[in-house]
């Protein structure tokens, strides 16, 4: 797992590794890391053209440390001094004494530079960048240079990952010790570029439980369910699906699609839309309900395409199985029903689904994306799947930490794409697994295959990432 954490976590640390080490010993490791990383982006070192963005405290530090080691080796380097009586003053002697020099005219060292270090405001910042960063940055970004960002691009809310102003978006970004929140989590995401993490000694006196995870394929492959000897479809699990209806049958298919490929044993059809499933996956078993008599099953999905049928909705909700509600059923929700169940839910909705369950705007959802999948799990007591540029996967209890999914593609903004994913994490319900690991599990196949259907750089359909599962399956099923 990629694992991030809090300021206040990464700084206590900091501290308590500083006080075993000789004064800027930790800054200096943290620089000649970065420095390594800008050479090797830089290709040629000797006679590059280097600008420091430089603000106050150690993150200007870093990059002042960072330049100096540049600037040995036979780079041009300049300082652009954002708070000059603030400078790391053991940072600026060294990169004098380097012969680096302090820029008196940032716009005229930027316009030619071949790279730039953001050191503005690193992991400290709130609330974007100051009004005197401002045209600096923009300059900056509109140079040719390649811009690297010191820890956190700055701008953005290292403990967040909102973008609360304006930021300085990155080509890479270099951090230290462990990765931030706003490393995994859009929209800071998306200023960070490439991301190297840089060991300064950090993790042994890190907490054993972070705040964010983010699973690799080997953390997947150890969940996906493994048919043993003696497994038959029953044992394997059986997942029921209420979703589709007369206007919306495609919804029924998909989810079907990506349930029938999740790992349980069989799949059990109830509603509306029997004969566009049979005709389609002739090995599903159907009936057409109510959810209650259709027969043993070992999780349910619900809503998908279900239009109104608020009462099948609710009689799932009563079962005593792991239940996952995606779309249709996400409307008639009561938080206090959900909180009452003897059984684990799933939810997993949009941004727009996810704003109407908490009762706020969209936009504010999409800002705060970890605050938003915290507060549904909270408010539900259940495990909340927030789907988006970055899926965020919460369980119930708060202390867990939040899994953040790295897979996908832009391409799969199509419709149709959340019903196969309700229906390959249903099914993972049912084969045994946990809330929180069939959610894990499912969005990581599900962006992998979407990468899969994609990987020629053409539109895909939602059905063609269901027929990709298979492909995804092995690929992290090799990582064993």
């Given at each position: ?164 102003g304006e930021a300085l978006r990155a080509d890479a970004t270099v951090t230290f010790g462990t990765h931030k929140a706003a490393l995994l989590i ?195 007591g259940a495990t909340a799947l927030l789907k988006g540029s970055t899926t965020l996967i919460a369980g119930p209890d708060a202390r867990t930490p ?79």
């Open positions: 797992m990629r694992i991030a954490y809090r300021v206040e976590t990464v700084r206590a640390a900091e501290a308590e590794l500083m006080a075993r080490l000789p004064e800027d010993a930790l800054m200096r490791r943290a620089a000649a890391g970065l420095a390594a990383v800008c050479a090797d982006l830089l290709g040629r070192v000797y006679g590059a053209r280097v600008v420091l963005l430089v603000g106050a405290g150690a993150n200007g530090g870093d990059a002042l440390y960072a330049g100096a080691a540049l600037a040995r080796r036979g780079a041009g380097v300049g300082a652009v001094l954002l708070a000059p009586d603030r400078a790391h003053p053991a940072g600026l002697a060294a990169l004098l004494r380097a012969g680096g020099r302090i820029a008196e005219d940032p716009f005229a060292v930027l316009a030619p530079a071949d790279l730039v270090l953001d050191g503005i405001t690193g992991i400290g910042g709130r609330g974007g960048l100051r009004p005197d960063a401002i045209p600096v940055a923009r300059a900056a970004r509109g140079s040719d240079a390649v811009v690297v960002a010191v820890d956190l691009p700055s701008g953005v809310d290292a403990d967040t990952g909102e973008v609360r859009d929209p800071a995401r998306e200023y960070a570029g490439t991301v190297r993490l840089v060991d300064i000694g950090l993790e042994p006196v890190l907490p054993s439980v972070p705040e964010l995870e983010s699973p690799q394929h080997h953390d997947v492959a150890r969940l996906l369910p493994e048919p043993a000897g003696e497994s038959d479809k029953y044992r394997r699990g059986v997942v029921g699906v209420v979703a589709g209806s007369e206007r919306y049958p495609g919804a029924a298919v998909l989810a079907v699609a990506g349930a029938l490929r999740g790992g349980a044993g069989a799949v059990r059809y109830v509603g509306h839309a029997a004969d566009a499933v049979v005709a389609r996956f002739p090995e599903t078993l159907v009936h057409a309900g109510p959810p209650a008599k259709a027969g043993r099953v070992q999780a349910w999905v619900v809503g998908p395409g279900l239009g109104e049928d608020d009462d099948a909705v609710r009689e799932v909700l009563a079962s005593d199985v792991p239940v996952l509600v995606d779309a249709d059923g996400l409307r008639p929700l009561d938080p206090a029903a959900v909180r009452a169940r003897s059984a684990p839910t799933l939810l997993t909705p949009h941004a727009g689904e996810a704003a109407a369950l908490l009762g706020v705007a969209r936009e504010e959802v999409e800002a705060a994306r970890l605050a938003s999948v915290r507060e549904l799990a909270a408010r539900y939040v899994r953040v999914n790295p897979m996908g593609t832009p391409w799969l903004a199509t419709a149709g794409s959340g019903d196969v994913l309700s229906g390959l994490a249903g099914s993972l319900l049912a084969a045994g697994l946990p809330p929180l690991d069939a959610a894990t599990a499912a969005a990581y196949l599900h962006g992998l295959a979407a990468r899969h259907a994609s990987a020629r750089g053409v539109p895909i359909t939602s059905y063609e990432v269901a027929d990709s599962l298979a492909a995804a399956w092995r690929d992290v099923r090799s990582a064993r």
